[in-house]
């Protein structure tokens, strides 16, 4: 019962990048507990920075078929996006173990393509996204670590959703953002929407506190949890694109960083 609280996937592919004018490869791509997933990769010709994002807990990749084309076109960056199991087509059933999986399986399968350069793989997560992004990027190498409306904990969460319930200690679903961000080496970037509804801004600006430097946070005037690229505008996208632009040119390191 626990997993119907926090997921929401949807099955039906609504739209495809096509229809929005983008050429676009559907990969299918199978984890290491051999659970089959798919995905949707998009280039960005001459780019040599490679987006991998993970979405928030509702819908499926087909409902990010606008912002794909919104990040696609103003970041000027590749753009691989997956269904974590259950969602989509992809196979399985979900849960905070298995988002871990397919992120890890995402990442292996950008490593054996023969195109892409895995010095300039960044990852991106939405909501429930920042956090099966942040659990890559503690124990895998990034560019950069970007990280819209994440939140501190499930169990924080359930404070915020239920306040006058003492569920949170007796919850097995994680997702320790704050936790495990200060294991991550790469710039990191926090965006959030000052209007949002879902998760507090109060959640995100602890998640960048406990994040280890280099960080910058940018909040996203007027804009609420699901509404960030089109209230956020060109100014967003133009955060997001120097973000990777400065730590790809060497001006954003991480403490003792050598190189």
């Not at 559907?26 to 089959?36: E, I, L, P, Q, S």
């Not at 990442?107 to 996204?129: C, E, I, M, V």
């Not at 990280?147 to 169990?155: D, W």
């Not at 994680?174 to 209007?195: F, M, N, T």
Request: glycine share 8%; charged share 25%; net charge neutral.
């Amino acid at each position: 019962m626990e997993e119907k609280f926090i997921f929401f996937p949807i099955v039906e592919i609504e739209h495809t990048p096509r229809e929005v004018g983008l050429a676009f490869e559907d990969v299918y791509f199978t984890t290491a507990d051999n659970v089959r997933l798919n995905g949707w990769y998009v280039p960005y010709p001459g780019s040599r920075t490679t987006l991998l994002w993970f979405h928030g807990n509702a819908g499926n990749i087909s409902h990010r078929v606008d912002g794909m084309k919104l990040l696609h076109d103003k970041v000027k960056a590749n753009v691989f996006i997956i269904d974590y199991r259950g969602y989509g087509r992809s196979e399985g059933t979900v849960s905070e173990k298995g988002t871990y999986e397919d992120a890890r399986a995402a990442l292996r399968y950008l490593r054996t393509r023969k195109d892409l350069d895995p010095k300039n793989f960044a990852f991106f997560g939405q909501s429930l996204g920042a956090a099966v992004a942040t659990e890559l990027a503690a124990s895998e190498n990034c560019l950069a670590l970007i990280l819209e409306a994440p939140f501190v904990s499930i169990r924080e969460m359930a404070r915020v959703v239920f306040p006058m319930l003492p569920i949170g200690p007796l919850l097995r679903t994680r997702y320790d953002v704050a936790g495990r961000i200060k294991e991550v080496k790469a710039p990191i970037l926090v965006l959030q929407g000052d209007r949002d509804e879902v998760i507090p801004v109060e959640q995100g600006k602890k998640v960048f506190a406990a994040a280890p430097s280099p960080k910058e946070f940018y909040a996203i005037r007027g804009a609420a949890h699901n509404d960030t690229f089109h209230v956020g505008g060109t100014a967003y996208f133009d955060v997001i694109k120097s973000f990777i632009d400065r730590t790809a040119a060497g001006q954003l390191k991480p403490a003792g960083s050598t190189d």
